[in-house]
């Protein structure tokens, strides 16, 4: 093996390292964070001399591992809420980007209309009008799940739509030049040429969008549906143990997202959405 060969193995595995080491180093910089954040936290109970009542929620005793059953048993709904309203959302974000892209004034000022209405009304406020205000105005009646699955997924769609239409308007018009010369309809274009290549260049925003998902969700506990937070507020008003059940929420959701965004960038390899130009 000669100079040359040798230096483009180094260089090689630099480059497989290095993602390595980012991430370790990213990694440790969060616990370092969650650590602080932590010895704070308990600083300052200390100092208001604040006795805590972590019995409530230990699994070593009876009462404690009721507890956090009950508190776990919402997981469930909070990701069935969110993956269905982020399906939904994704669906009507791309057919309400398309008409974006039209040479016709019309269907632009449709696209605009509506991802200027729906960006601009308040998430808690579309739940409770959706919740409340359809039976009076359509009378059309739904359940807490239902009704959070379409606000959720009518307010997340306005920023689905922009996502789309940015990743789209980002693909080269050679390429559609390419799909026009090749006599493919505006249908085959989109779903075999643009779209696939658009999809990977917004499929991190897509996974951040996921994760605004997962923390909006919460929100659908003011309609009563038992998902994570309705349950920790349940729980708080029975042992009066606010603090102590708000805690093990916030490591509930931080566990779930972190998961979620592990995942997301897996996928985001997976399809080569940071692959380096050659």
Do not use: H
Request: glycine share 6%.
């Amino acid at each position: 093996m000669d100079a040359d060969q040798v230096a483009y193995c180094k260089v090689d595995s630099a480059e497989k390292i290095e993602p390595v080491e980012a991430l370790s180093k990213k990694r440790l910089f969060l616990y370092l964070f969650l650590i602080v954040i932590l010895a704070c936290m308990l600083s300052g109970c200390s100092r208001a001399n604040y006795n805590w009542g972590w019995f409530e929620i230990l699994p070593t005793t009876e009462r404690g591992a009721n507890n956090l059953r009950f508190l776990l048993s919402g997981v469930w709904l909070t990701l069935a809420l969110s993956l269905i309203a982020i399906f939904f959302s994704v669906v009507i974000g791309l057919f309400v980007a398309l008409p974006g892209l039209s040479s016709r004034s019309g269907l632009r000022w449709f696209n605009r209309t509506y991802v200027e209405l729906f960006r601009s009304i308040p998430v808690l406020v579309l739940i409770l009008w959706v919740y409340y205000g359809l039976p009076v105005v359509l009378g059309i009646s739904m359940n807490p799940f239902m009704a959070g699955v379409v606000a959720l997924a009518i307010s997340d769609s306005a920023f689905e739509a922009e996502i789309f239409r940015a990743g789209i308007q980002s693909i080269g018009r050679n390429q559609t030049e390419a799909a026009d010369s090749l006599g493919l309809s505006y249908i085959q274009k989109m779903r075999l040429i643009i779209l696939p290549q658009a999809i990977r260049r917004i499929l991190p925003p897509l996974g951040n969008q996921f994760v605004y998902m997962l923390k909006m969700s919460s929100l659908v506990s003011i309609i009563g549906l038992q998902e994570l937070t309705r349950k920790a507020n349940e729980l708080s008003v029975t042992v009066y143990r606010p603090l102590e059940i708000y805690t093990v929420l916030v490591l509930e959701y931080l566990f779930l997202i972190l998961i979620v965004s592990w995942m997301v960038r897996r996928l985001e390899d997976r399809l080569g959405a940071y692959q380096r130009p050659a």
